[in-house]
DNA sequence: GCAAAAGTGTTCCGACTACACCCATGC
DNA sequence: GCATGGGTGTAGTCGGAACACTTTTGC
């Protein structure tokens, strides 16, 4: 038990701790309904450490602003979004995570309190200011990362799966009005696509009653048209905290 | 704010970037299956802020020890556990959260990251030194507590009810062996007694069949003795990340 | 014997699975 | 017409809920 026993001269003690810098990565998810593809945004450096790589959209908390401000900052500068779903994922704040931390002065360490958002795609429109590049990635096609980042977006990717089988994020990313086979590509694409029928998938969630069918139908190419449905919030509110299955 | 370097722009946009301090808080859970309850660790704040208040068992990140670290070490600090759960759980960074922001110098501020952690109680020794308090209290008979911890041990308490429907947390705060009534009582006074028959609840269980019996019969007071069960870590290694229902 | 706690069995019913089938459109 | 995608129906089965019942102990 070091520092126990030595008193604490305020020196001694403090000198021991770490100075931090703190942090916020986004890991922002987009669906595009039209060629069923998961997105993630991802943002180019172009300071150092990592110039000329890509990685998640992130930023340092300033003074007197709060990490979730700090997330909603980033995403603003980035992507001007109407709805969107935002929550705190995960911390990572080991020793060397960051290149900075060694050159830098004093070893100020840098942690990054990471955020999960999901907005929908036709209604966000990129901020491109001319020189920073920015761009919704396929995940399946996402270059390297800076930092750890990839780790991050793994993370991140996990939590999606899991969210999507018992919350209705879905509707987060789906546009307003959709039709029951582009939610269910959405899980498809999502999930893999074992994990039910397409019948059984569209009976169980309309016996839940908080999908509204607007009566309205839209024709893409052959085929019998398909209603458009609207996510009912009030209807779902029962089923909010409860156990509740989407599989 | 040393490392200040001149270059004009990186100056005016690093002064409004925070410092901070970072402190690791943890909930510790535990049962006492003789009594039935579930129990919190705390200790007694001697230093401002909050000197004489009780609070959950934290620390501040020292130089070069990752978050996790800090945890295991404030956990080491005040009880000698065998095995035990430890996991994240999460971050809590506003300003004004800690008093020492305003009057300390310059304005650092302190974030917190939480951690979630089981222990068995039997195996659990607490670290008393003479002078520091450090208490189980019953989570229905905890004090008010110093900082921000009342919200953090709700949030704790929250993932707790969770983790015990979909997986094995359970046995990583009941003893090694344990009869299936101690499970199912584990249940209850965590859950509320509405969450199943015991009947079923003890055959879905079984079925499982990740519980061992061991044969050897324990007998409390009236009644027909008890089976012992030990819970078969690789027998439960299929159900691992499998959505899975103690329900 | 009786009460208390552990453990077993049985019936009922709803939900999910796996299909087969019908409907509306483009070409 | 026929291919294509949307939408409906149904029989079989599995599993959970509820509850009655048996077993083994202490007193």
Redesign the pocket.
């Known amino acids: 038990m070091p520092g126990r026993k030595a008193k604490k001269t305020a020196d001694t003690f403090s000198a021991q701790l770490a100075d931090f810098k703190v942090g916020v990565d986004n890991v922002i998810f987009s669906v595009d309904t039209a060629q069923n593809r998961l997105l993630v945004l991802l943002v180019m450096r172009h300071e150092d450490p990592f110039a000329g790589q890509w990685s998640l959209p992130g930023t340092l908390v300033r003074k007197g602003e709060s990490l979730e401000d700090a997330a909603y900052r980033v995403l603003a500068e980035k992507i001007r979004a109407e709805n969107l779903y935002l929550e705190q994922l995960y911390t990572f704040g080991g020793p060397n995570r960051d290149p900075r931390e060694s050159k830098s002065s004093y070893g100020v360490r840098y942690l990054a309190v990471s955020y999960f958002a999901l907005v929908r795609f036709a209604e966000a429109e990129l901020i491109a200011d001319g020189v920073s590049g920015i761009a919704w990635y396929p995940l399946k096609q996402v270059p390297p990362l800076a930092f750890d980042h990839q780790q991050i977006l793994e993370y991140g990717y996990r939590r999606l799966r899991n969210k999507l089988e018992y919350s209705p994020v879905a509707f987060e990313v789906l546009p307003e009005l959709f039709?029951?086979?582009?939610l269910?590509q959405l899980y498809t694409t999502i999930l893999g696509d074992n994990f039910?029928?397409?019948?059984?998938?569209?009976?169980?969630l309309?016996?839940l009653g908080f999908l509204h069918?607007t009566g309205v139908?839209v024709?893409?190419?052959?085929?019998?048209?398909?209603?458009l449905y609207r996510f009912d919030a009030d209807a779902f509110a029962p089923y909010k905290d409860k156990p509740m299955?989407f599989?």
Chains 1, 2 share one sequence.
């Open positions: 039709t029951l086979s582009d269910y039910s029928d397409y019948s059984n998938f569209r009976s169980r309309l016996k069918d139908k024709s893409r190419g052959a085929g019998r048209p398909a209603s299955v599989i």
